[in-house]
């Protein structure tokens, strides 16, 4: 496998956990002269601009493509509530969310485990026309996202590391219960809690915009995860080895684009 992706995997108490940690400045992946008028596309298929480059709608590709089938919940880092309550998207506050420790440059220092969460959100100011209060409070929104457009439509940007928690279990009512439960308790989580079935999975992605400015990627699971992620992996490196030829040859913004969605693999994501 190319160094692009190398994975980190670790087994632990019956928990496959995966990892990994690049730099999005690869020749290739970054083309902002050419994005011109259609940036607001990008912005809006793939929540990503600037310094991230397409490090990040390639994994969350990945994490879309290795949850196929099941209940999909996202807990955006601090910008989840005030998102939510933008778009009017339902959702349940919780206690915990897993933490990323964006300036250090290595794992397992980067991984903090889940930690307590903060949200904040814009409310009106107490002059009609005035300045807006920003207030924070402890808590994160965890809401369904049923589609890709859902995920990307409450995705954080523009903070200095972007961190979405994506859950993903059995679709009951029971396993929704049990997310919600532990992600409320009174001690944090731990990953072998969160991960309570053979199909559940837990993936954390990270898009930083200062800092080292990498992108990154936690995924745990069980079955599931152990017996698919390998094949999938693959095929990332072969989407990956794609897009390079197809930028390489690209003369025009439209090449270039239909290059990053098969990178990002939408029509599967999108189904």
């Known amino acids: 496998m190319p160094d692009h992706f190398e994975f980190e995997q670790e087994q632990r108490d019956g928990l496959q956990l995966i990892r990994w940690l690049g730099d999005p400045e690869i020749i290739g992946w970054r083309r902002e002269e050419s994005w011109g008028p259609d940036m607001p596309r990008f912005v809006a298929d793939y929540r990503m601009f600037g310094s991230a480059g397409l490090l990040y709608p390639a994994?969350?590709?990945?994490?879309?493509?290795?949850?196929?089938g099941l209940a999909r919940f996202a807990l955006p880092e601090?910008?989840?509530?005030?998102?939510?309550?933008?778009?009017?998207?339902?959702?349940?506050?919780v206690r915990w969310e897993y933490g990323i420790e964006s300036d250090r440059p290595d794992w397992p220092a980067r991984d903090r485990g889940f930690v307590a969460a903060e949200s904040h959100r814009t409310l009106p100011g107490p002059q009609p026309g005035g300045p807006p209060i920003?207030?924070?409070?402890?808590?994160?929104?965890?809401?369904?996202?049923?589609?890709w457009l859902d995920l990307m439509s409450i995705l954080p940007l523009g903070d200095a590391a972007n961190t979405t928690c994506v859950f993903a279990i059995t679709p009951d009512e029971r396993g929704h219960a049990r997310l919600l439960s532990v992600l409320r308790a009174d001690q944090p989580p731990t990953l072998e809690t969160v991960v309570a079935t053979e199909d559940d999975v837990v993936a954390v992605i990270t898009q930083e915009e200062e800092e080292l400015g990498l992108s990154s990627v936690v995924i745990a699971g069980r079955e599931r995860l152990?017996?698919?992620?390998?094949?999938?992996?693959?095929?990332l490196v072969d989407r990956l080895d794609a897009y390079l030829a197809a930028t390489a040859a690209a003369r025009t913004l439209e090449e270039w684009c239909a290059a990053v969605d098969q990178l990002a693999d939408l029509a599967v994501a999108r189904q």
């Not at 601090?78 to 506050?93: A, I, K, M, Q, T």
């Not at 920003?134 to 589609?147: D, K, L, M, W």
């Open 226 to 235: 152990r017996s698919s992620f390998q094949g999938e992996a693959e095929q």
């Open 78 to 93: 601090f910008d989840g509530v005030s998102n939510c309550e933008r778009l009017g998207r339902p959702y349940e506050l």
């Open 134 to 147: 920003f207030e924070r409070f402890e808590g994160a929104a965890v809401t369904r996202v049923s589609t």
């Open 59 to 68: 994994l969350l590709g990945l994490v879309w493509r290795l949850t196929a």
